[in-house]
């Protein structure tokens, strides 16, 4: 079965740092996407970035980029320059897609970004 | 297009009772998702559709049915409501560039 793991279930950084939130998975499949949401204390569900396993180049959306390392089923998420409205909840997720279309999301890691 | 839409946003049951949530999604998307939040747990799944008239099992279904009516449509069912099952729920579709989208939640307390 296909589990993601965020060991980080808080962290607190300092408003303009850079921060980087953890998740590991673990699956048998080739093909595969990762996903990182941010939940704001509105409840709402937010797509930050999405990675396709087969592309080699790792995902960027404006400050938020990740670093895929395949092999080592890593997806770690990196905040540059990060703002007061960075603060919310961030799960990692994943899903094969191919073979079905559960996708599978992981504890989550509050981020507080502090003033 | 209003997109993924929950009924209702807050529910106070009492053990035993039942009830139905709502879901409805706009977009013509083929899959669609029940999921419970709870603190420290994350988002866990508990039923999907991956398209009209089929339904999955997650991962944690027990207590639970669902019914996907037609497309646009996906209810989630409690029988017997009980304490365990105070939760957040979120409905979500799946757009084809294997993005979902969610809907608002429904705070559901059972006493």
């Known amino acids: 079965a296909q589990t993601v793991t965020q060991s980080q279930p808080e962290m607190s950084v300092q408003e303009a740092e850079t921060v980087t939130l953890s998740c590991t998975y673990d699956?048998?499949?080739?093909?595969?996407?990762l996903f990182w949401y941010k939940q704001p204390p509105s409840r709402q569900m937010i797509l930050v970035i999405r990675?396709?396993?087969?592309?080699?180049q790792n995902a960027t959306e404006n400050r938020f980029s990740v670093n895929f390392q395949k092999a080592a089923k890593s997806f770690s998420l990196k905040i540059s320059d990060s703002q007061l409205g960075d603060t919310a909840m961030y799960f990692c997720?994943?899903?094969?897609?191919?073979?079905?279309?559960?996708?599978?999301f992981g504890k989550g890691t509050r981020l507080h970004i502090l003033p | 297009n209003a997109g993924v839409t929950q009924t209702p946003k807050f529910q106070v049951l009492k053990t035993g009772q039942s009830m139905t949530l709502q879901c409805a999604q706009d977009m013509n998307h083929n899959s669609m998702y029940w999921y419970r939040q709870d603190p420290g747990m994350g988002l866990r799944l508990i039923y999907y559709s991956a398209s009209e008239g089929t339904t999955d099992k997650g991962e944690v279904p027990n207590g639970y049915n669902v019914s996907r009516l037609n497309k646009r449509e996906f209810s989630l069912r409690l029988e017997s409501a009980a304490p365990s099952q105070t939760s957040v729920y979120f409905c979500?579709?799946?757009?084809?560039?294997?993005?979902?989208?969610f809907g608002p939640g429904t705070r559901l307390t059972v006493l």
């Open positions: 699956t048998s499949e080739s093909n595969y996407y």
């Open positions: 997720a994943f899903t094969t897609f191919y073979r079905d279309d559960k996708i599978i």
């Open positions: 979500a579709s799946l757009g084809g560039a294997v993005e979902q989208f």
């Open positions: 990675q396709e396993a087969y592309k080699q």
